[in-house]
Every structure is written in structure tokens, then in C-alpha cells.
């Protein structure tokens, strides 16, 4: 059975902390993205990696950064957390040619205080 | 701009049959996708449309019309289980992204 697992399903911070969050996939996809889903706009592209050690920026990069050091793992790392984002933080991965296929992990809906 | 739009919320008996639609407006398009979403449950994909025409998968289709700009996803024989939020999702662009629409929720009573 194929799986996208994420490291926590919820988590709590507070503002000002460095928040990292960790994907990791088992299917041997070369891409991997980072959303955020936010009741009313819909999944929100946040960054995305097409290759190991490569990274791009999506829709709403500010405030982010990712890590893809191997390529089953793709980290999102929030420098300095804020009350905006607060949010339910989706992680996907996908086969390289297949980016409309995306296979999601089951979420972290992280609050920030 | 890019821009999708589906209809924020769809009501159907069991049994019955609803078609939700989408329309796109983007640059650089190849090809539509839908995915199902239960309250609390991440995105599953559910089909895919590169060229125009029906696909069907079970009692799931999903159709396209690339000169229209549109597309829908027909289910038939509904059941309760397919109470859930249906987002489609344009693949478009040079680095061929995901744009997503808002979602459809769709709740089936009895």
C-alpha cells in the first residue's frame, strides 16, 4: 500500500517559533508539494520539488521555506510562525510526467498562538 | 488570470445522479484532473481528462471539452459514502501545476 505519511497530525506553537514539518513518501516519486487548506480557498500551492535538492516556489511561498535533501523526504519549515498560518498543512507526491496524480499524506492541521 | 469555478454546494438523494461542473480559465492547459475529499481526510485523485470526451471509472465519470473551457464529474447510483468535497484541478504552465479549484460539497441524504 502506497503512503505519503506526515510527522504529526496536529501540532501547537507559538508565535516567533521555527516550525518544521516533515514528509515522507514511499513510492519513489520524483515530485513532491506542499499545500495549505484554508476553509473558503480551497488547497493553496505553497512549494514544490521536481528533483532532490531542487525546489520552487508555488503560490504563496512567503514565510516558508522546504528542505529536499533525499527524495522521499520534502520538509516545510516556517522561520518564524505566525497566527496567519494557522492551517491545515497538506503534503503530495507524485511520479515525474504525472503531476496531475498527486497521492496525499493525511495532514497536520497546526495551530500557532 | 488563472481561475476555476465549481458550485460551492451540491444536495442529491441516494441512488440518484449529480453532475458537477467546472469551468477553467488558464494558460498553458493539459489536462484536468478531480480529487474526493472527506471532512478531516485528505485528497484522493478520481480521474484525469488530457483530451476532450467521457472517461469513466466505475460509477464515476468525468468529462472535458478543452474548446469550452469546461468540464464535470458525473456520479451515478449515489450512495451516503459519497458525501465528501469534490475539487477539480487544472494542470497548466510550464512547470505543469496543479490549480485547484474551491471545492463541491456534495451531501447525499437519504
Known amino acids: 500500500d502506497v503512503k505519503v505519511t506526515q510527522s504529526s497530525r496536529y501540532l501547537v506553537k507559538r508565535t516567533g517559533e521555527k516550525v518544521f514539518l516533515e514528509c515522507v513518501q514511499d513510492?519513489?516519486?520524483?515530485?513532491m508539494f506542499w499545500y495549505r487548506q484554508d476553509p473558503g480557498l480551497g488547497l493553496r500551492l505553497i512549494y514544490f520539488?521536481?528533483?532532490?535538492?531542487?525546489?520552487e516556489k508555488g503560490d504563496i511561498p512567503e514565510g516558508y521555506s522546504v528542505s529536499r535533501e533525499k527524495k522521499e523526504r520534502f520538509s516545510l519549515i516556517l522561520e518564524s510562525a505566525s497566527t496567519n498560518q494557522t492551517s491545515m498543512y497538506l503534503c503530495?507526491?507524485?511520479?515525474?510526467?504525472?503531476?496531475?496524480?498527486?497521492?496525499f499524506g493525511p495532514g497536520t492541521r497546526l495551530t500557532v498562538l | 488570470g488563472q481561475s476555476l469555478e465549481q458550485p460551492s454546494e451540491v444536495t442529491a438523494v441516494e441512488g440518484a445522479i449529480v453532475q458537477i461542473n467546472c469551468t477553467y480559465q488558464?494558460?498553458?492547459?493539459?489536462?484536468l484532473s478531480w480529487y474526493q475529499q472527506h471532512d478531516g481526510g485528505a485528497p484522493t485523485f478520481l480521474s484525469y481528462?488530457?483530451l476532450d470526451g467521457l472517461e469513466e471509472t466505475g460509477r464515476f465519470s468525468s468529462f472535458l471539452s478543452r474548446s469550452d473551457s469546461y468540464g464535470y464529474l458525473l456520479l451515478q447510483e449515489l450512495q451516503m459514502k459519497d458525501s465528501a468535497s469534490y475539487f477539480c484541478a487544472v494542470e497548466a504552465g510550464n512547470n505543469r501545476k496543479l490549480i485547484w479549484g474551491l471545492g463541491t460539497s456534495l451531501a447525499v441524504n437519504p
Open positions: 481528462n488530457a
Open positions: 520539488s521536481y528533483d532532490v535538492k531542487m525546489k
Open positions: 503530495a507526491s507524485s511520479r515525474a510526467g504525472r503531476e496531475n496524480e498527486q497521492f
Open positions: 488558464t494558460s498553458g492547459f493539459y489536462g
Open positions: 513510492m519513489d516519486h520524483e515530485n
